[in-house]
């Protein structure tokens, strides 16, 4: 129930977050309508994307809740559908192993919401950036943990001299969070791999 609890404080917040945004850009628009439409047009893109946004979030936290659910999405699935929907019409070649134990076994809300969000944070970096062309998403069980790693062959960039964004810090959190360890490989034109190593006692109902 705690970490039911948590889930429902943090959805909680977001929407007010998000909403409260949503207020500004919305008078924002409002004022600017009649004597400014490129304001008008960018306040207008900003509800929209953050609507969208909070709808989408609103769906994952709901799947890491209701996810054991007779005819509920498998994470596999989950994660398949955001890589077609994003990495597929840039013609990014994705290949997906999904250990089913692996996924058996993750049965935490906390932890099967982190997980998805850690990939789709991924991937959406991967769409953004790394004008790659093949990528390859992978979960599996290693020595006592629960191993996510997801690597592309793309143009990478100088991890040691580069500013972490914050895809990759969130990432990074919510590895630690379920006291997993984050790592990222990164070169200029030798592609980005990133690994994210959970201990099983994490991802486990509790």
């Known amino acids: 129930m705690a970490v039911r609890a948590k889930i429902l ?35 207008l893109q900003v509800i ?13 936290i709901v799947w890491a809740i209701n996810s054991t659910d007779q005819g509920g999405l498998s994470l596999e699935k989950k994660i398949k559908n955001y890589g077609f929907e994003l990495l597929t019409p840039q013609n990014i070649v994705t290949r997906y192993v999904i ?6 076994l993750l049965q935490n809300m906390e932890a099967r919401k982190n997980v998805l969000l850690i990939a789709k944070e991924a991937m959406n970096n991967i769409a953004r950036y790394s004008k790659a062309t093949e990528v390859a998403v992978n979960l599996k069980l290693v020595n006592q943990h629960l191993e996510l790693t997801i690597v592309d062959n793309g143009i990478g960039f100088d991890a040691a001299s580069s500013k972490t964004g914050n895809g990759l810090s969130n990432m990074k ?31 486990r109902e509790r």
């Open 48 to 60: 929209h994307d953050n609507s969208r946004q909070v709808m989408e979030n609103m769906s994952d």
């Open 9 to 43: 404080r943090d959805l909680h917040d977001e929407v007010g977050s998000v909403l409260s945004s949503m207020h500004v850009y919305s008078s924002v628009a409002k004022k600017a309508m009649e004597k400014n439409t490129q304001v008008t047009r960018d306040a």
């Open 173 to 203: 959190k919510r590895t630690e969070a379920l006291g997993g360890k984050f790592s990222l490989v990164s070169a200029e034109a030798g592609g980005t791999a990133i690994t994210c190593e959970i201990p099983i006692a994490s991802i």
């Open 99 to 104: 250990d089913a134990h692996a996924e058996q």
